[in-house]
Protein backbone atom coordinates (compact mmCIF):
# COMPACT_ATOMS: atom_id res chain seq x y z
CA UNK A 1 0.00 0.00 0.00
CA UNK A 2 2.68 2.62 0.67
CA UNK A 3 5.00 1.63 -1.77
CA UNK A 4 1.91 1.91 -4.91
CA UNK A 5 0.95 5.23 -2.85
CA UNK A 6 4.16 6.40 -3.25
CA UNK A 7 4.33 5.48 -6.90
CA UNK A 8 1.86 6.19 -8.39
CA UNK A 9 0.62 9.57 -6.08
CA UNK A 10 4.35 10.39 -4.74
CA UNK A 11 2.40 11.00 -1.56
CA UNK A 12 2.40 8.97 1.85
CA UNK A 13 -1.01 7.20 2.59
CA UNK A 14 -1.09 7.60 5.99
CA UNK A 15 1.25 8.88 9.03
CA UNK A 16 -0.01 6.77 12.00
CA UNK A 17 -0.41 3.27 12.58
CA UNK A 18 -2.56 1.78 15.25
CA UNK A 19 -2.07 -1.26 15.92
CA UNK A 20 -4.66 -3.37 17.89
CA UNK A 21 -3.93 -6.25 20.22
CA UNK A 22 -4.83 -9.98 19.11
CA UNK A 23 -8.56 -10.23 18.97
CA UNK A 24 -9.53 -14.02 20.82
CA UNK A 25 -12.37 -16.01 21.41
CA UNK A 26 -14.44 -15.59 24.98
CA UNK A 27 -12.50 -18.31 26.57
CA UNK A 28 -9.16 -15.94 25.81
CA UNK A 29 -7.99 -18.67 23.05
CA UNK A 30 -6.05 -17.63 19.84
CA UNK A 31 -8.86 -17.62 16.58
CA UNK A 32 -7.98 -20.84 14.92
CA UNK A 33 -9.16 -22.66 11.69
CA UNK A 34 -7.88 -25.64 13.09
CA UNK A 35 -9.65 -25.29 16.72
CA UNK A 36 -13.18 -23.80 15.16
CA UNK A 37 -13.42 -21.08 17.09
CA UNK A 38 -13.04 -18.53 14.61
CA UNK A 39 -16.17 -15.95 14.63
CA UNK A 40 -17.00 -14.16 11.12
CA UNK A 41 -17.61 -10.57 11.33
CA UNK A 42 -20.45 -10.96 8.85
CA UNK A 43 -22.29 -13.48 10.82
CA UNK A 44 -21.87 -11.16 13.88
CA UNK A 45 -23.37 -8.61 11.31
CA UNK A 46 -26.05 -10.46 9.67
CA UNK A 47 -26.42 -13.33 12.08
CA UNK A 48 -26.31 -17.02 11.39
CA UNK A 49 -28.53 -20.10 11.88
CA UNK A 50 -26.94 -22.99 13.84
CA UNK A 51 -26.63 -25.28 11.46
CA UNK A 52 -25.05 -23.03 8.94
CA UNK A 53 -22.65 -21.88 11.59
CA UNK A 54 -21.55 -25.67 12.38
CA UNK A 55 -21.27 -26.38 8.63
CA UNK A 56 -19.12 -23.22 8.61
CA UNK A 57 -16.89 -24.18 11.29
CA UNK A 58 -16.45 -27.77 10.36
CA UNK A 59 -16.13 -27.44 6.53
CA UNK A 60 -11.73 -27.66 5.30
CA UNK A 61 -10.48 -28.28 8.72
CA UNK A 62 -7.12 -28.76 8.70
CA UNK A 63 -7.49 -31.33 12.09
CA UNK A 64 -10.45 -33.34 10.53
CA UNK A 65 -10.61 -35.58 13.30
CA UNK A 66 -11.39 -32.62 15.51
CA UNK A 67 -14.86 -31.48 14.00
CA UNK A 68 -17.17 -33.80 16.15
CA UNK A 69 -15.52 -31.63 19.43
CA UNK A 70 -15.63 -28.38 17.25
CA UNK A 71 -19.75 -29.22 16.46
CA UNK A 72 -20.35 -30.35 20.11
CA UNK A 73 -18.32 -26.54 21.41
CA UNK A 74 -20.45 -24.58 18.59
CA UNK A 75 -23.60 -26.16 19.71
CA UNK A 76 -23.43 -25.97 23.34
CA UNK A 77 -21.89 -22.01 22.57
CA UNK A 78 -24.70 -20.60 20.73
CA UNK A 79 -27.31 -23.31 20.77
CA UNK A 80 -29.64 -20.61 18.73
CA UNK A 81 -26.77 -19.71 16.51
CA UNK A 82 -25.95 -16.00 16.44
CA UNK A 83 -28.28 -13.49 16.27
CA UNK A 84 -27.97 -10.40 13.88
CA UNK A 85 -26.09 -7.24 15.99
CA UNK A 86 -25.68 -5.01 12.99
CA UNK A 87 -22.16 -3.06 12.13
CA UNK A 88 -22.59 -0.12 14.49
CA UNK A 89 -23.04 -2.64 17.67
CA UNK A 90 -19.64 -4.82 16.31
CA UNK A 91 -17.63 -1.37 16.13
CA UNK A 92 -18.39 -0.29 19.14
CA UNK A 93 -17.62 -3.53 20.70
CA UNK A 94 -14.07 -3.43 19.51
CA UNK A 95 -13.64 0.47 19.98
CA UNK A 96 -14.71 -0.91 24.08
CA UNK A 97 -12.07 -3.14 24.06
CA UNK A 98 -8.87 -1.73 22.40
CA UNK A 99 -7.02 -1.40 25.72
CA UNK A 100 -3.43 -0.70 25.16
CA UNK A 101 -1.12 -3.39 26.17
CA UNK A 102 -3.62 -6.57 26.08
CA UNK A 103 -5.39 -8.42 23.49
CA UNK A 104 -8.64 -7.99 22.84
CA UNK A 105 -11.07 -11.50 24.49
CA UNK A 106 -14.31 -10.98 22.26
CA UNK A 107 -17.34 -11.27 24.40
CA UNK A 108 -20.72 -11.69 22.37
CA UNK A 109 -22.78 -10.25 25.47
CA UNK A 110 -21.03 -7.24 25.62
CA UNK A 111 -22.36 -6.83 21.20
CA UNK A 112 -25.89 -7.26 22.81
CA UNK A 113 -25.36 -4.41 25.30
CA UNK A 114 -23.72 -1.84 22.25
CA UNK A 115 -26.84 -2.94 20.30
CA UNK A 116 -28.65 -2.40 23.12
CA UNK A 117 -26.83 0.99 22.74
CA UNK A 118 -27.72 1.73 19.20
CA UNK A 119 -31.33 1.24 20.00
CA UNK A 120 -30.97 3.67 22.99
CA UNK A 121 -30.20 6.09 20.88
CA UNK A 122 -32.35 5.62 18.18
CA UNK A 123 -35.45 5.81 21.02
CA UNK A 124 -34.07 9.02 22.02
CA UNK A 125 -34.39 10.51 18.83
CA UNK A 126 -37.38 9.88 18.23
CA UNK A 127 -38.80 11.85 21.69
CA UNK A 128 -36.47 14.83 20.53
CA UNK A 129 -37.72 14.72 16.67
CA UNK A 130 -41.18 14.34 18.04
CA UNK A 131 -41.32 16.99 20.78
CA UNK A 132 -39.79 19.51 18.05
CA UNK A 133 -41.20 18.67 14.83
CA UNK A 134 -43.46 21.41 13.56
CA UNK A 135 -41.73 24.33 16.25
CA UNK A 136 -40.31 27.66 15.17
CA UNK A 137 -37.50 27.23 17.61
CA UNK A 138 -35.66 30.23 14.73
CA UNK A 139 -36.25 33.11 17.95
CA UNK A 140 -36.01 31.26 20.79
CA UNK A 141 -34.20 33.02 23.69
CA UNK A 142 -31.77 31.83 26.24
CA UNK A 143 -34.19 30.62 29.02
CA UNK A 144 -32.59 27.45 29.79
CA UNK A 145 -33.69 25.58 32.73
CA UNK A 146 -31.05 24.40 35.19
CA UNK A 147 -31.35 20.68 33.53
CA UNK A 148 -30.59 22.48 30.05
CA UNK A 149 -27.85 24.41 32.30
CA UNK A 150 -26.63 20.93 33.67
CA UNK A 151 -26.46 18.87 30.89
CA UNK A 152 -24.63 21.20 28.32
CA UNK A 153 -22.00 21.58 30.88
CA UNK A 154 -21.89 17.48 31.08
CA UNK A 155 -21.67 17.38 27.22
CA UNK A 156 -18.53 20.15 27.47
CA UNK A 157 -16.62 17.94 30.10
CA UNK A 158 -17.61 14.62 28.11
CA UNK A 159 -16.14 16.79 25.07
CA UNK A 160 -12.79 17.23 27.40
CA UNK A 161 -12.76 13.66 27.49
CA UNK A 162 -12.94 12.19 24.27
CA UNK A 163 -10.49 14.30 22.77
CA UNK A 164 -8.00 13.44 25.20
CA UNK A 165 -8.72 10.07 24.80
CA UNK A 166 -8.30 10.57 21.07
CA UNK A 167 -4.88 12.42 21.38
CA UNK A 168 -3.62 9.38 23.19
CA UNK A 169 -5.47 6.59 20.96
CA UNK A 170 -7.72 5.29 24.02
CA UNK A 171 -10.64 4.51 21.65
CA UNK A 172 -11.70 2.18 24.72
CA UNK A 173 -11.83 5.43 27.12
CA UNK A 174 -12.87 7.73 24.20
CA UNK A 175 -16.04 5.22 23.46
CA UNK A 176 -17.08 5.15 27.55
CA UNK A 177 -17.20 8.54 27.92
CA UNK A 178 -19.18 8.73 25.20
CA UNK A 179 -21.40 5.83 26.61
CA UNK A 180 -21.42 7.19 30.32
CA UNK A 181 -22.57 10.07 29.18
CA UNK A 182 -25.55 9.13 26.45
CA UNK A 183 -27.42 6.22 28.38
CA UNK A 184 -26.84 7.71 31.59
CA UNK A 185 -26.95 11.59 31.92
CA UNK A 186 -28.83 12.31 28.16
CA UNK A 187 -30.92 9.48 27.92
CA UNK A 188 -31.78 8.55 31.88
CA UNK A 189 -31.57 11.77 33.37
CA UNK A 190 -32.16 15.01 30.88
CA UNK A 191 -34.58 13.70 28.71
CA UNK A 192 -36.74 12.67 31.64
CA UNK A 193 -36.10 16.20 33.15
CA UNK A 194 -37.21 17.57 30.09
CA UNK A 195 -40.98 15.94 30.20
CA UNK A 196 -42.51 18.17 32.94
CA UNK A 197 -41.26 21.18 31.16
CA UNK A 198 -42.71 19.99 27.39
CA UNK A 199 -45.76 17.99 28.41
CA UNK A 200 -47.15 20.32 31.65
CA UNK A 201 -48.38 23.74 31.58
CA UNK A 202 -46.22 24.79 34.65
CA UNK A 203 -43.11 26.05 32.32
CA UNK A 204 -43.87 29.18 29.91
CA UNK A 205 -43.37 28.97 26.38
CA UNK A 206 -40.11 30.42 26.08
CA UNK A 207 -38.83 28.16 29.14
CA UNK A 208 -40.34 25.25 26.69
CA UNK A 209 -38.85 26.80 23.05
CA UNK A 210 -35.24 26.81 25.16
CA UNK A 211 -35.75 23.13 25.99
CA UNK A 212 -36.47 22.33 22.69
CA UNK A 213 -33.93 23.79 21.37
CA UNK A 214 -31.40 23.02 23.40
CA UNK A 215 -32.93 19.22 22.75
CA UNK A 216 -32.17 19.54 19.01
CA UNK A 217 -28.36 21.20 19.61
CA UNK A 218 -27.37 18.56 22.28
CA UNK A 219 -28.93 15.79 19.90
CA UNK A 220 -26.56 16.75 17.28
CA UNK A 221 -23.65 17.59 18.63
CA UNK A 222 -24.02 13.75 20.10
CA UNK A 223 -24.74 12.48 16.07
CA UNK A 224 -21.58 14.21 15.09
CA UNK A 225 -19.36 12.82 18.33
CA UNK A 226 -20.59 9.36 18.23
CA UNK A 227 -20.29 9.02 14.10
CA UNK A 228 -16.70 7.99 14.20
CA UNK A 229 -18.12 4.78 16.22
CA UNK A 230 -21.17 3.96 14.17
CA UNK A 231 -21.43 5.53 11.07
CA UNK A 232 -24.82 4.16 9.89
CA UNK A 233 -26.92 4.34 12.62
CA UNK A 234 -26.00 8.32 13.34
CA UNK A 235 -26.00 8.64 9.13
CA UNK A 236 -30.15 7.82 8.82
CA UNK A 237 -30.32 10.21 11.96
CA UNK A 238 -28.79 12.80 10.85
CA UNK A 239 -31.01 12.81 7.65
CA UNK A 240 -34.06 12.38 9.93
CA UNK A 241 -32.28 15.75 12.02
Not at 89 to 118: H, V
Request: glycine fraction near 4%; charged fraction near 25%.
Amino acid sequence: MIMMSLHFTEEVPFHTVYVHGLVRDGEGQKMSKSKGNVLDPIDLIDGIELEALVTKRTAHLMQPQLAAKIEKATRKQFPDGIPGYGTDALRYTFYSLASTGRDIKFDIGRMEGYRNFCNKIWNASRYVLSHTEDHDLSSTTTSFSLADRWIRSRLEATLVQIEEAYENFRFDLASQALYDFIWNEFCDWYLELSKPILQTDQFSQAEKSATQSNLLQLFERILRLAHPFMPFITEELWQSL
